[in-house]
């Protein structure tokens, strides 16, 4: 019943997202909400997540076969799955974000080395080519080829969140980005969001052996940690530039937690993606099915997280007065994403679990690995 229920789920996200992808391609941008003040939206926020969901399950995969944490091997190959699917999805999300698609090559064929998305381009590509490399050698029984891929591709999940970050922390015109905690605030998110994801996979999609308890314990006791961590982290980003109450931090900040849309950060991040997790952990983390809900939450509404990170900034005017100025429907400082938007999001998810299944489905076809049940 659990799986027709699946598939049925995955169908509706698989053809809203075909629709969606279908108006990209025949209207370009133009139903989306985007204006010139507001160049970056939903799908900029939605590819940091997924990029952040990729790095964190990498993370699992290089605990179990490069730290020697045995508890976490088994899950290894699931880890790899979602890291390359979560990448796969991320890239996608933001291609699509392009005004011209077509130019994507012209990384490779025309870079410039000064240039921080270059530098990202270039550390997505050396980190799919890892997390690869690692699948094959599971796949093969190659050992040494797993472990080498992934010490490969450990610095490259410090880097490439970081780099994130860090073009964000680059745009001096946004004084909420502009800030060198930016990089760390992407890469400590990213992997808490994603080994919170491997958790929620592991209790209910891992083979359940004689260790599966311990295993679902050792995860949620590190997402409760990281849970706890982020938390004075985030205490630090926002408390910090609101203790005089002035400037745009402060004006940016007052609207993520009273704005029109305060719900997103205390009802979606805070509530659902915060409390709700830290408790179900830290009362029951025996319990696999409460250990498991917890990380679909703490991974799943982390995107409301990637949304104030994106657009708050971007909704307050740089010169009082401006917004006043002119008059143009793409001249305005609000932003609320559009159903056609959604709808891309919605097959970015789809593909997602498409590279997922499939590469979970072709590892236990080949009888080398029994990664689901």
């Known amino acids: 019943m659990s799986r ?23 209207s370009s941008r133009d139903l989306a909400a985007y204006g010139s003040y507001i160049p970056w939206g939903l799908w900029v926020a939605t590819y940091i997540f997924f990029a952040g969901l990729s790095a964190g399950a990498f993370v699992v995969a290089v605990l179990g076969h490069v730290f020697g944490v045995e508890r976490l091997r088994p899950v290894a190959p699931l880890a790899l799955a979602i890291a390359l699917a979560c990448l796969g999805a991320a890239l996608v999300t ?28 270039w550390l997505y590509t050396a980190y799919a080519i890892a997390t690869v490399l690692a699948l094959y ?70 083979r359940k052996d004689k260790d599966y308890t ?3 314990w050792l995860l949620g006791r590190i997402t409760l940690g990281l849970l706890l961590m982020y938390l004075l982290i985030e205490w630090a980003e926002y408390s910090i530039p609101m203790w005089y109450q002035v400037g745009h931090e402060f004006e940016a900040l007052m609207g993520v937690l009273f704005g029109p849309y305060w719900f997103v950060f205390w009802i979606f991040h805070l509530s659902l993606g915060m409390i709700i997790p830290i408790l179900l952990l830290a009362l029951w983390p025996r319990n696999p099915l409460a250990v498991g809900i917890a990380g679909l939450l703490a991974s799943s509404m982390f995107l409301s997280v990637r949304l104030n990170l994106v657009i708050p900034s971007q909704v307050q005017p740089q010169l009082e007065g401006l917004v006043n100025a002119y008059r143009d429907r793409r001249l305005s400082y609000t932003y609320l994403p559009t159903l056609f938007e959604w709808s891309v999001v919605a097959f970015s998810v789809a593909l997602a679990i498409a590279i997922a299944y499939g590469v979970v489905w072709f590892l236990n076809r080949e009888k080398k690995l029994e990664v689901t049940q």
């Open 214 to 216: 311990d295993r679902v």
């Open 137 to 206: 050698g599971l796949w093969r029984g190659l050992p040494s080829l797993t472990r080498i891929a992934l010490m490969v591709g450990t610095p490259l999940v410090v880097f490439y969140p970081g780099a994130a970050g860090a073009l964000f922390g680059t745009v001096v015109a946004q004084s909420l980005w502009h800030s060198p905690v930016f990089p760390i605030l992407f890469l400590f998110g990213g992997v808490l969001s994603g080994i919170a994801l491997v958790t929620f996979a592991t209790v209910f999609f891992s």
């Open 94 to 121: 933001v291609w699509f974000d392009l005004g011209h698609m077509e130019r994507v090559l012209n990384v490779f064929l025309r870079p410039h080395f000064s240039s921080m998305m270059a530098w990202m381009v």
């Open 4 to 26: 027709t229920v699946g598939w049925i789920l995955f169908a509706i996200l698989a053809l809203v997202g075909v629709v969606g992808v279908f108006l990209r391609f025949t």
